[in-house]
């Protein structure tokens, strides 16, 4: 059976097809032009790659195997023909991050490939940094045969029909093609996922190894297009009136900013302003109130500030925007003690309604919060705000006070380093102020340095940090950098990692002078996993299998790599500045080394401010959960 032509093409190759398209200008202007209103018949993997290509998907993050040649045959003719790009990686861990950092920092979704079995696990289980943060790109694995033949190498091996579907099943939204004509309900399942309009995420695509090559007959122009969604808000002022009556009234009033608040950061401002509200933001929701704004509170939570947490603990109303009440943003649960009445504000239906007592507005933040804003001219404020305000922002200066204390400490003698080096806060604030000179982005790895991070950051504009706290994926940030390789528009970042995050995806040293990426690896040496470390000293007096003994060179380990820069970020801040325009001056990748110190010093850390339900915290936590309100 040969394969139908796209009209007035001279052959039936999968090349010469790509011509054509491109001869017609791309897959959308022969579409407009009316030239693909008649069935063809293709491999379903070329379907799949023009169905993608259809919602605007046209880069390639790929690990090929024996579950994708088909695939991997398709995309080079295409991309031969300059219609779609692919970039090889060499962990699919690392991969699947690069496409999540494409996806969430420059706006340009992408497909992640893998083959059948080990590397679709490892990229599903990176996958849980772009669900948990609600960033969507398509997942394209390879899978087990139809016919039932016998056990597929690499398939899991259980007796039974469709494993790795459930298994996708579980962790998102997923299809398996297991039938070519399947494919336009898949495309259009796809879509709905990854473009959705409050909770995108990473859409599993199965493809079986037998299915891959098998033909399809279909329009090319009904292949599913990519979803607009209108913002939505409610209907009517009902539940608006009632929320600016209540606040309004009330002289406490806070409001929480979640990550569905970035977008919105306009009406927050002026939702804040209006409503006199203190403002406390949750780790990912940095700068959508500007750093230096009177009413900003700071970060707030388990790990939080000394502002932050004191307004959480003395609001009286709290208005949630955006938020999911992840565990550490609101103390497990027992982060708003004196709150009798919340207003939420999130497009999700479900998480509208986490508090009790609440006020739903239900719809897009940036339409709900200006018309809340809007609405609270009509009503009279108590006069007891001022004091409320005149409070807050005594508390943000003792913050303040503390944190400048703490990132101007000097060099300590650390027994690890036999001499004294930097503290991590110190050396975080140097490069955050660093970035801010510079216009660069900061990306910030699992652990203490993300924890330090985002209590030090001081952004005037969301998306100035990419920080995941949504799974805290040690190896993201620097895995983050290569999207800039990748991107049309890509932007010089810093990635802070420490040593053991670093260590889970050393890989990106290879893949990211491959890609052409302009960015540097600050990596902050303390030899250990300090968060777990101080989480284990706060609660048990003592750490456990939380260091090691092996001493690791690395700045000799990135000089192995042609093309890397790597520098020493030395012992001091006059060292570490130079070595970051140094490394800024280089056009590539460039590695920053930066021993810091651990041990029992205070000026290893900035403290924790709230409250969490892990360890030996667990009662205490539940029995004031057990008494809470909301």
């Avoid at 606040?247 to 009406?267: D, F, M, N, P």
Wanted: net charge negative; charged share 15%.
């Amino acid at each position: 059976m040969t394969l139908s032509r796209f009209p007035d093409s001279p052959t039936d190759t999968v090349a010469e097809r790509a011509a054509w398209l491109r001869s017609a200008g791309g897959l959308k202007a022969a579409i407009d032009a009316g030239l693909l209103s008649e069935p063809v018949t293709l491999t379903m993997v070329e379907a799949l790659l023009l169905g993608l290509m259809r919602q605007g998907v046209t880069k390639y993050l790929a690990i090929f195997g024996h579950g994708s040649t088909a695939l991997a045959d398709v995309i080079m003719a295409y991309e031969a023909n300059g219609l779609v790009r692919c970039w090889q990686f060499r962990n699919e861990v690392e991969m699947a991050h690069a496409g999540t950092a494409l996806s969430w920092v420059y706006g340009e979704v992408g497909a992640v490939v893998t083959s059948i079995g080990p590397g679709a696990f490892q990229a599903m289980a990176a996958s849980l940094a772009a669900a948990s943060n609600g960033v969507g790109l398509y997942h394209l694995y390879g899978d087990e045969t139809t016919q039932g033949e016998g056990y597929n190498m690499q398939q899991v091996p259980k007796p039974a029909q469709g494993i790795f579907s459930q298994i996708t099943s579980l962790m998102g939204s997923s299809y398996t093609l297991h039938t070519p004509g399947a494919l336009r309900d898949g495309l259009r399942k796809g879509a709905a996922c990854v473009f959705h309009p409050w909770r995108p995420g990473p859409f599993y695509m199965n493809l079986p190894l037998n299915t891959q090559p098998a033909l399809v007959m279909l329009r090319l122009d009904a292949l599913p297009d990519r979803p607009v969604y209108p913002a939505l808000a409610p209907a009517d002022d009902t539940g608006i009136s009632a929320a600016a009556a209540a606040i309004a009234s009330t002289a406490k009033v806070a409001i929480k900013l979640g990550g569905g608040s970035r977008t919105a950061s306009e009406a927050v401002r002026r939702l804040a302003e209006k409503a006199g509200a203190l403002v406390v933001a949750s780790p990912g929701a940095s700068g959508v109130i500007p750093s230096d704004h009177p009413q900003n509170m700071c970060v707030g939570g388990s790990k939080g500030s000394i502002s932050g947490n004191w307004s959480m603990e003395e609001a009286e109303l709290l208005i949630v925007i955006g938020s999911r009440a992840v565990c550490q943003a609101d103390c497990s649960g027992i982060g708003w003690p004196k709150v009798r009445m919340v207003v939420n504000i999130n497009a999700d239906p479900i998480d509208v309604q986490h508090y009790n007592n609440t006020i739903a507005l239900t719809g897009d933040a940036a339409v709900v919060a200006g018309r809340l804003a809007d609405a609270l001219d009509e009503v009279v404020p108590d006069p007891a705000k001022s004091g409320w305000l005149a409070a807050g922002r005594d508390k943000r200066a003792e913050w303040e006070g503390f944190l400048a204390r703490k990132v101007a400490s000097p060099p300590v003698y650390d027994r690890i380093w036999q001499r004294p080096v930097l503290t991590q806060p110190r050396a975080i604030r140097i490069a955050a102020d660093f970035c801010r000179r510079h216009g660069a982005l900061k990306f910030f790895d699992a652990g203490d340095v993300q924890a330090n991070g985002f209590q030090i950051v001081e952004d005037q504009a969301p998306f100035e940090t990419f920080t995941e706290t949504g799974a805290s994926y040690m190896g993201f940030a620097v895995s983050a950098l290569l999207a800039s390789g990748i991107a049309d528009a890509g932007r010089y970042g810093i990635a802070f990692t420490g040593d053991g995050s670093f260590m889970m995806n050393p890989q990106v040293l290879l893949d990211g002078v491959e890609h052409g990426v302009h960015g540097t690896i600050l990596l902050f040496d303390n030899r250990r996993m300090a968060a777990i470390s101080h989480l284990q000293l706060a609660q048990y007096g003592h750490d456990f299998r939380t260091s090691d003994t092996v001493a690791v060179d690395y700045v000799k380990l990135a000089s192995a790599f042609s093309g890397v820069r790597a520098l020493s970020g030395g012992m001091d801040e006059a060292s570490l500045t130079a070595a970051l325009e140094e490394a800024r001056a280089w056009p590539g990748l460039s590695l920053v080394h930066v021993p810091v110190y651990f041990g029992d010093d205070p000026a290893v850390g900035l403290g924790a401010y709230g409250q969490w339900n892990v360890g030996n915290w667990v009662d205490d936590v539940q029995r004031q959960y057990a008494r809470t309100l909301i």
